[in-house]
């Protein structure tokens, strides 16, 4: 995390309290997608249509941010042997460093989706042949898998050397949140959420509870091993948020995630995260490290924030969208899919 703060304490503080937010974040979506794909799937819908969307929405964004973050910055840093793994979303199955956080960091989820988006094809089938009332018990499973992965982490991965990130090491920190297949929990748990959400076998949980929950386990994540804050303490409430929300769109119930303002954020969302490595990582550089008063640097980081948004408009406005009309459909027109919930409409 980058801080603007000269006052120490201030820094340390923003830096405990927000220090987990994209450990969060990432969980959020990675469960998010696999329900979205779920929940919008079609029997019968054809493998390669499919994954064609799904390169197709990701990829060019990606090609894009790599080519910007190589010239502004990355070419300083190492060499073509670890920028093009990048290129090729592969950089994530390295275990180093030099690797799998090379030219645009914030792509290695990027390496996790597509993971998600090829086999997503094969799951499907076995998934929707669970009984409904076997699909708690797998949901479970997949929250325990999250927790084998990281006691497996603790105990058996080398703790040297250090992350340079992370209190972790390097391979601690690649195996118990970099590694593609470990993330696949998070990925069928929210397949396997949309899957009791459709069979109205979800409960009835308010979306305060659900926000509630979900501070709990984001408390929980600030004082437990970093291991188990990078999935294990906030994975349940992630859950929990994500199906309660479609649960009561689905309801006709709407919530905050419907209004138009969310509905925009939500469409920008991924250029947001995308762009955010070249904001964050470059253009506070151009402050030589800078440190301001608190006042200033509450100002800095909205700036920032600001910047990242409008980047991440222009990447989903002028990249994304004229991709996906062009390439993402046969040429056939398809029927439509059947509805599903602002909040699903928006995040896939």
């Given at each position: ?24 974040g ?26 064609r ?10 090609v ?27 950089h ?11 030219v ?12 998600f ?48 990130i ?47 929950l ?50 925009w ?6 250029g ?45 406005s002028r ?28 995040a896939?």
């Amino acid at each position: 995390m980058v801080s603007p703060f000269a006052d120490q304490r201030v820094a340390a503080d923003y830096a405990f309290v927000f220090g987990k937010a994209g450990y969060l974040g990432v969980s959020f979506f990675f469960v998010l997608s696999g329900f979205v794909l779920t929940w919008s799937s079609r029997p019968g819908e054809a493998a390669r249509k499919f994954v064609r969307r799904r390169v197709v929405k990701i990829y060019p964004n990606h090609v894009v941010v790599w080519i910007v973050a190589l010239l502004l910055f990355a070419h300083s840093v190492g060499g073509p042997g670890d920028w093009f793994p990048n290129l090729l979303l592969i950089h994530d199955y390295f275990p180093q460093a030099s690797v799998n956080l090379s030219v645009s960091p914030p792509s290695w989820t990027l390496c996790s989706e597509m993971l998600f988006y090829l086999s997503f094809p094969l799951l499907i089938g076995p998934l929707r042949r669970i009984p409904v009332r076997r699909l708690w018990f797998w949901a479970a499973a997949m929250v325990a898998g999250t927790v084998a992965v990281q006691l497996v982490n603790q105990f058996l991965i080398p703790a040297t050397p250090k992350s340079a990130i992370s209190p972790v090491s390097d391979l601690q920190f690649w195996f118990g949140y970099l590694f593609p297949p470990n993330r696949m929990f998070e990925f069928v748990l929210g397949a396997l959420l949309a899957l009791l959400v459709k069979a109205g076998k979800w409960p009835r949980i308010g979306l305060l509870p659900a926000l509630v929950l979900l501070v709990a386990g984001y408390t929980a994540a600030l004082y437990v091993p970093v291991y188990y804050g990078f999935v294990v303490a906030t994975i349940v409430p992630v859950g929990v948020l994500i199906a309660s929300v479609a649960n009561l769109d689905a309801r006709g119930r709407r919530t905050v995630f419907g209004r138009r303002t969310m509905v925009w954020l939500g469409d920008v969302s991924f250029g947001f995260y995308l762009c955010q490595g070249v904001t964050v990582f470059y253009v506070r550089r151009l402050f030589a490290h800078s440190l301001f008063p608190t006042g200033e640097g509450v100002l800095v980081i909205i700036g920032l924030f600001a910047l990242t948004l409008l980047c991440g408009w222009l990447l989903q406005s002028r990249v994304e969208q004229p991709m996906m009309r062009r390439w993402s459909r046969a040429r056939r027109p398809e029927p439509a899919p059947s509805s599903s919930p602002v909040l699903l409409d928006r995040a896939g």
